[in-house]
């Protein structure tokens, strides 16, 4: 779906995206975690957060389920619903990007187009999608809530991975083995590739803070 109003204009704020960054110390850039329910994205997400926060960066996380209790508390989880609260997001996080900061999406952001429909919003720098891989069967065991026994039992429709399909990143700019990986060597991986492309200064050696 395609949104125009030519009755609105771009309005160009006084205060520049370099000048937030300058502020700040650091580029800002969008994170976009990706994954299976279950997979450890929101997890991942906070943990490189926390670590970011540490180093003085500005950052935020857009979570899937706190985005559900306002901005996308309208939409189900239909196909269509999907792409709807994907594309909401992904303008949010573009906004917040010229904002100056370090955004960190977690969502299970079931399809390809949207995905790539999310990137297309800002340059090809500031955009890094994150695949948080982790087979079915280590989702399920870690489903505290249930959710997938739900699906299985045809309580909960739509489900990914269940009832409504997962489409696996075909060239993420970074894949985490959330499945087998402890949480710190994946918070870890991450970090290096946000120095590795200029988002944040070089770790210092052996990583410390």
Known sequence: MEYENKQVVWHRAA???????????????????TGLSGAGKSTLAHAVE???????CR?????????????CADLGFSDQDRRENIRRIAEVAKLMLESGVITLTAFISPFRAERLQAR????????????CRCDLAVCERRDTKGFYQKARLGEIKWFTGISSPYEVPQNPDLIVETGRDALEECVDKVMDFLAAKGVIHPLPEGGEL
């Open 15 to 33: 205060i520049s995206r370099q000048n937030r960054e300058a502020l700040n110390g650091h580029r800002s850039a969008i994170l976009w975690f």
């Open 50 to 56: 926390e670590r970011l926060y540490l180093m003085g």
């Open 59 to 71: 950052t935020f996380v857009l979570d899937g389920d706190n985005v559900r209790q306002g901005l």
């Open 120 to 131: 297309n919003l800002v340059a090809a720098a500031d955009f890094i999608e994150i695949y």
